[in-house]
T-cell receptor
Framework: AQKITQTQPGMFVQEKEAVTLDCTYDTSDPSYGLFWYKQPSSGEMIFLIYQGSYDQQNATEGRYSLNFQKARKSANLVISASQLGDSAMYFCAMRGVNQGGKLIFGQGTELSVKP | DSGVTQTPKHLITATGQRVTLRCSPRSGDLSVYWYQQSLDQGLQFLIQYYNGEERAKGNILERFSAQQFPDLHSELNLSSLELGDSALYFC??????????????FGPGTRLTVL
């Protein structure tokens, strides 16, 4: 069975500092993708970053980077230089090659950026 | 703006009633996914359609059904509504079916309140 675990229900970070949001996963699929989404209080789901299980390098998108450790089955999101607008829920998700197209989501981490 | 539209944005109804949620995918996307986000269950995959055909089912109740029409828009029908069906319902779309790196673009969601 596939599972995503986010162990931090809530986190605080000072503006302009970096923060790491944890995500561990479990799957038996030989190939899979890992995604991070941001959900602000307005409710929409915003795609942030993607990491493929066979990608050699960690993914980066602007201030977002993914610390992918395949042996540990972890895919942590790192946000550098936090901004007040980063305050939101963050969801880690996985899509396995044998699971059709569905995304399996973790429970989310609520990030609050303090001025 | 993801390019995925959902109507209505908000829906308030009573127990026992039936509602229809509508989704228009991004132009060119053939695959549509429905997700339910509730406080107790988190974000859960309900069902997926690809070019008019059902491709995958998740934790979708028998009281719920969906379809994708020839113009690729999709509808999610919820009947015999219960208080526990109150949730945010997302539609997402993607171009293809298979690749794990296939990003899913989420609509703004329909917030259903069952009184």
């Amino acid at each position: 069975a596939q599972k995503i675990t986010q162990t931090q229900p809530g986190m605080f970070v000072q503006e302009k500092e970096a923060v790491t949001l944890d995500c561990t996963y479990d799957t038996s699929d030989p190939s899979y993708g890992l995604f991070w989404y941001k959900q602000p209080s307005s409710g929409e789901m915003i795609f942030l970053i993607y990491q493929g299980s066979y990608d050699q390098q960690n993914a980066t998108e602007g201030r977002y980077s993914l610390n992918f450790q395949k042996a540990r089955k972890s895919a942590n999101l790192v946000i550098s230089a936090s901004q007040l607008g980063d305050s939101a829920m963050y969801f880690c998700a996985m899509r396995g090659v044998n699971q059709g197209g569905k995304l399996i989501f973790g429970q989310g981490t609520e990030l609050s950026v303090k001025p | 703006d993801s390019g995925v539209t959902q109507t209505p944005k908000h829906l308030i109804t009573a127990t026992g009633q039936r509602v229809t949620l509508r989704c228009s995918p991004r132009s060119g996307d053939l695959s549509v996914y429905w997700y339910q986000q509730s406080l107790d269950q988190g974000l859960q995959f309900l069902i997926q359609y690809y070019n008019g055909e059902e491709r995958a089912k998740g934790n979708i109740l028998e009281r719920f059904s969906a379809q994708q029409f020839p113009d690729l828009h999709s509808e999610l029908n919820l009947s015999s509504l219960e208080l526990g069906d109150s949730a945010l319902y997302f539609c997402a779309s993607s171009v293809e079916l298979g690749p794990v790196n296939n990003e899913q673009f989420f609509g703004p969601g329909t917030r259903l309140t069952v009184l």
